[in-house]
């Protein structure tokens, strides 16, 4: 049996949607851009939401937003996608890292003070495969000192913790819509924040800083844009967006089934002295499923289950062990925890058109190998 890491859930309908604007005038952002970005809005619970091309953008755009650039440092951590690094650098500012829960792999808010200088301006927590870090401790953490918080929710839109969802206690929250993601379009990305006047500017500098978009100067006698300040080429298609506004309405569905198969990952690896599962905080968006095993069984057991047809990543090695960041950004500290993590993570299958024999092969395949 092979099993992919990853198959979509987009159906004919999303596919109906997608001919409709090809049929129609606006193939760039248009009527159904904004169609989702009321949907979503609704969705997230949060006031504002603008469609961007990627979640780094979304990233990138919220630090230039709230003004943080040459100077500056943005606390993070070190265990997560490079772009959550690389959207500080790209805004001048400086990541610095700070270790993660050994359980949990995400940022450890009791540890994030240590590392508040003169210079912070902002927090940027990763809710890391689903689940959120503790928003609470961190907002009250960042009024004590006058920071920001921009959430990286790329793996986290149906999550929950402490009655807080994602975006709902930060100052801007940034999603992803990759390929793989649970709601996806091949590659695009939303920035959702409850501050006004912040989401009117960020969409100012999706595109070039321009005063109109082509749908804003459709329809009438010309009318003159003008630039105002200096922006980017990171605004979302209606292409894209056709993608996304009935998977809205399929969320909640398609998050019962992976929760489902999580469950059943669970249940058959908990126990095992040579599995490790990340722990749960809340309700889990249940975005990727990773175990933890020897760091030194790890790249052996990433070969042997891709020979045996099941679909593995990695997620992640450490941020600051890559070579550029090691160049570039050299730390004397130490993050053993996101270390430790970074060399022992496998992530396996885990998607709602996933089959019960196919869940059940993924099971017996892994216990199997780490037994041998």
């Not at 760039?28 to 619970?45: D, L």
């Not at 499923?289 to 760091?295: A, Q």
């Amino acid at each position: 049996m092979k099993v992919e890491f990853y198959r979509h859930s987009l159906d004919e309908k999303d596919a109906a949607n997608v001919a409709d604007v090809l049929r129609s005038t606006f193939l760039t952002t248009g009527p159904v851009t904004v169609q989702f970005e009321e949907a979503f809005n609704k969705y997230a619970g949060i006031e504002n939401v603008v469609a961007v091309n990627s979640c780094t953008a979304a990233l990138h755009l919220s630090l230039l937003g709230l003004d943080i650039g040459p100077g500056d440092e943005v606390i993070t951590t070190p265990m997560t996608f490079i772009a959550t690094a690389t959207a500080i650098l790209h805004a001048g500012a400086r990541p610095v890292f700070v270790d993660v829960e050994s359980d949990t792999g995400l940022l450890d808010v009791l540890n994030v003070e240590k590392a508040i200088t003169e210079r912070t301006k902002a927090i940027l927590p990763v809710h890391l495969y689903g689940t959120m870090v503790d928003m609470r401790g961190l907002r009250d953490l960042a009024d004590r000192f006058h920071l920001k918080i921009i959430e990286d929710c790329a793996h986290c839109i149906e999550g929950e913790r402490d009655g807080v969802r994602p975006g709902q206690l930060g100052d801007t929250a940034c999603y992803s819509f990759y390929a793989t993601k649970n709601l996806t379009c091949g590659e695009g990305g939303a920035l959702a924040t409850n501050n006004h006047e912040l989401a009117e500017r960020i969409k100012l500098l999706r595109l070039h800083g321009m005063s109109k978009d082509a749908a804003s100067r459709y329809g009438g006698n010309y009318q003159h844009w003008d630039m105002l300040e200096l922006g980017w080429k990171y605004n979302m298609s209606d292409i894209q967006a056709a993608l996304l506004v009935n998977q809205i309405e399929r969320l909640d569905s398609l998050w019962q089934r992976r929760h489902e198969i999580a469950q059943k990952y669970d249940e058959a690896f908990q126990g095992s002295g040579s599995i490790q599962i990340p722990k749960l905080k809340g309700k889990s968006a249940h975005h990727l499923y990773t175990v933890w095993i020897d760091s030194d069984k790890r790249d052996r057991l990433l070969s042997e289950l891709s020979t045996n047809g099941v679909g593995v990543t990695v997620n992640y090695r450490a941020v600051h062990t890559l070579k550029y960041f090691s160049e570039a950004l050299p730390c004397s500290d130490n993050y053993a925890n996101a270390e430790r993590i970074g060399q022992s993570t496998i992530s396996i299958p885990l998607y709602p058109n996933l089959a019960d024999d196919e869940v059940d092969y993924v099971i017996e395949t892994v216990k199997r190998l780490v037994g041998n």
